[in-house]
Nanobody, 123 residues
Framework: QVQLVESGGGLVQTGGSLRLSCAAS????????MGWFRQAPGKERDVAAV???????YYADSVKGRFTISRDSANNTLYLQMNNLKPEDTADYYC?????????????????WGQGIQVTVSS
C-alpha cells in the first residue's frame, strides 16, 4: 500500500508559478512510476506528466515547456514545477503511483492516488 499526500496548490495569476509536492510512503519510492494527473471542472481526469523510477519523463502537449516533473528519492517526494500558468491549467491535480517500471499514461493502470489539490489560475 502507498499513501500519497499532495501540497502546494492555490490561487495564482496568469503567468505565475506554483510547485506541487507529493509525499509518498509505504513502498520503496524508487520502484514506483509516478504521475501527475489533472481534472478540470466538467472534464475527465487526464495525464499532465509522468516520471519513471529511472527518470524517464512524459509531458502532455498542453504543458510541455512550462511544467517540469521531478522526483527526490532521498525524501520520497514527487514534484511538479508549473511555470507560465494559464487559466486553462485550472484543475484539481492528483498525484498517482503504480508499482513496477512499466511507463504508462493510462490512469486506469495507476494503483494509488492522492486526494487531489486545487490549482486556480486567474486571468
Amino acid at each position: 500500500q502507498v499513501q500519497l499526500v499532495e501540497s502546494g496548490g492555490g490561487l495564482v495569476q496568469t503567468g505565475g508559478s506554483l510547485r506541487l509536492s507529493c509525499a509518498a510512503s509505504g513502498r520503496t519510492f524508487s520502484t514506483l512510476t509516478m504521475g501527475w494527473f489533472r481534472q478540470a471542472p466538467g472534464k475527465e481526469r487526464d495525464v499532465a506528466a509522468v516520471i519513471s523510477g529511472s527518470g524517464t519523463t512524459y509531458y502532455a502537449d498542453s504543458v510541455k515547456g512550462r511544467f517540469t516533473i521531478s522526483r527526490d528519492s532521498a525524501n520520497n517526494t514527487l514534484y511538479l514545477q508549473m511555470n507560465n500558468l494559464k487559466p486553462e491549467d485550472t484543475a484539481d491535480y492528483y498525484c498517482a503511483a503504480r508499482a513496477g517500471a512499466m511507463f504508462t499514461l493510462r490512469k486506469s493502470l495507476y494503483d494509488w492516488w492522492g486526494q487531489g489539490i486545487q490549482v486556480t489560475v486567474s486571468s
